[in-house]
């Protein structure tokens, strides 16, 4: 039973990095930014790759983007995507995921789909919401922190992650979106003869489609967080601030001596 | 339009989740400032005793009682609360932040044409608008939305944000008709699993020593180890160390994993992203070592080194080693 499956990356500044507010306090300084590949939707796109590996059929990736989001198709492609679809978004920091799970939703309505991958979150904005969107727009039952995916006759069995460890099993039919958790599967390396080959791979770009939203959305302001006190740091080289971390912990009983 | 407030309660397992108390709270503050009541909403199949003791939190409950809601699923959730919106729709609609909480607010969301926001870490009424505080990549940005809508808004709340709501005597319980189609149930839950206990439990350890990406080499673990061991304590992890399987699932200090709440919490290497925080910030003394001074675990701990792991903890480890 081939599946016809898309999968939905996006692409996001490294959070590891540290940011600046742009002038004007309505983004980040984006000149210098790193970008990557979200997370989450790694384990997407492998569980994605894998379940077409197990039944056969296509994987489609997906993204909403500006044109630099291209790199995290050929990621995708390279990895086992067949093709690649770009909704050309060209607003930079895409805060609203309203407007954004709308363009998709509208460019997935077009291609086939018993399956519709995101990762659980995007580590940049950490909604958590544009997969469930996604559902809710598209009529398609859902699951979310997605570890396993079992398809069985005409369904599929999944386990979704809850808080404290426990997991919960369910079933559902097809068509179905699923959100995929981290550790959820060992995403590949892209082999070098395939990424050479998805260098090359057309990607199909596709306009935004006008949507309608149900609110008005602005960004106020964006600020450094407020700092909450925070902690006393020690200063100082590596065997100063062990000298002090030794002491603190000798005072206050954890240690010895 | 109303006024109200319409909170969406979580339990499992006869129980009600702890997150459900704050945005209780913080349901009341939004009531305040629309001008109506917070209320909140109860869904399952006989929860009576669960909607009494959420009642005693002064606030009164809607109860949707129907064997399709007897387990959560996000279609037969999804097909009450439409039900109890189209009939009385309130000015904001607030869910926990949890598993549950983001895997129905946004469907509901989109099948109902509403405005929603998720993960905020403060929310308030502005007039008519709404104003959502958020936080951006890996915690380094505070952002502020405002979002204007004349229809209700779908808001979920980071938990930890506020302090949940103390019992302040008994609101009323009704029942509130429903039909729900158990056929659009979906997904159909099938069990709940529990992870297999045969390692340490780290929430009952007084100190823990946690290593996280920092650490860059399994081999280094044995760094973490030898901390641990110094200090009385035991080893946990952040959740990409478990995922790596470095570590047993049973180590993963977070949301997903272990809440702890040790004397010592040594964090080495660990950024301090929410869902790692989430289960150690109510540790005694949160000591963090890390290399990026602008890491969100610099603002949970107490004492905190900027600093390579690498370098600091075998130093350390000379020192404790007399």
């Known amino acids: 039973m081939p599946l016809n499956l898309v999968v939905c990356v996006k692409q996001i500044p490294n959070p590891d990095l540290q940011f600046q507010i742009a002038p004007g306090g309505l983004d980040i300084r984006r000149e210098t930014l790193n970008y990557k590949v979200n997370g989450a939707d790694e384990y997407a796109l492998e569980a994605a790759v894998r379940l077409k590996e197990k039944h056969g059929g296509r994987v489609v990736a997906i993204t909403a983007g500006p044109k630099r989001a291209e790199t995290v198709l050929r990621e995708a492609l390279a990895k086992g995507a067949d093709e690649a679809v770009r909704v050309a978004y060209d607003d930079p920091a895409a805060f609203d995921v309203g407007r954004v799970a709308r363009l998709l939703a509208a460019a997935i309505r077009t291609i086939p789909h018993d399956l519709v991958l995101t990762g659980v979150q995007s580590d940049d904005l950490i909604n958590s919401a544009t997969g469930a969107l996604l559902a809710g727009l598209l009529g398609l039952p859902h699951a979310s922190v997605v570890t396993n995916v079992d398809v069985r006759d005409g369904g599929l069995e999944v386990t979704s992650e809850l808080e404290g460890g426990l997991q919960r099993v369910a079933s559902m039919p097809r068509p179905a979106l699923l959100t995929i958790q981290f550790g959820a599967n060992v995403p590949r390396y892209a082999p070098l003869p395939a990424i050479m080959k998805a260098s090359r791979q057309p990607i199909k770009e596709v306009a935004s489609s006008e949507v309608s939203l149900p609110y008005t959305f602005k960004v106020r302001r964006l600020i450094p967080p407020p700092s909450k006190g925070g902690a006393e740091l020690i200063p100082g080289k590596a065997d100063e601030q062990a000298k002090r971390l030794a002491q603190l912990f000798r005072e206050k009983g954890f240690a010895r001596g | ?322």
């Open chain 2, 1 to 322: 339009m109303g006024a109200d407030i319409l909170v969406v309660a979580e339990h499992l397992e006869g129980k009600l989740a702890p997150a459900t108390l704050e945005i209780v709270a913080k349901g009341r503050e939004l009531a305040a400032q629309a001008g109506g009541s917070a209320k909140a909403v109860l869904l399952g199949h006989g929860p009576e005793a669960l909607a009494s003791e959420l009642a005693s939190y002064g606030l009164d409950v809607l109860l949707g009682d129907d064997p399709a809601l007897e387990a959560y699923s996000g279609g037969g959730y999804a097909q009450a609360l439409a039900s109890m919106l189209a009939a009385s729709p309130p000015r904001v609609l607030l869910l926990a932040h949890t598993a549950q909480g983001y895997d129905l607010a946004p469907a509901l969301a989109a099948s109902g044409d509403l405005p929603l926001v998720t993960n905020c870490v403060d929310v308030r009424l502005e007039g008519g608008s709404l104003v959502a505080t958020r936080r951006l990549l890996n915690e380094k940005v505070q952002a502020e939305f405002e979002i204007g809508s004349d229809r209700t808004y779908v808001v979920t709340l980071r938990p930890g944000s506020v302090k949940p709501a103390t019992p302040t005597g008994a609101g009323a319980v009704a029942r509130v008709p429903m039909t729900i189609d158990g056929a659009k149930a979906l997904p159909r839950f099938l069990r709940i699993e529990r992870p297999e206990v045969s390692d340490i439990d780290i929430a009952s350890a007084d100190v823990v020593v946690s290593a996280g990406r920092g650490i860059q080499k399994k081999e280094n673990l044995a760094l973490v180890e030898e901390l641990a061991k110094r200090l009385g304590g035991v080893v946990g992890a952040s959740r990409p160390l478990t995922d790596m399987e470095w570590l047993p699932k049973t180590r993963q200090v977070g949301q997903s994993g272990k809440t702890v709440r040790p004397k010592l919490y040594v964090a080495c290497g660990i950024s301090g992203a929410m869902q790692h925080v989430a289960g150690m910030k109510d540790a005694s003394l949160i000591v963090a070592i890390n290399t990026d001074p602008s890491a969100p675990i610099f603002e949970v701990a107490h004492v905190g080194v900027v600093g390579n792991v690498l370098e600091v903890l075998p130093a350390l480890l000379k020192e404790l080693r007399g």
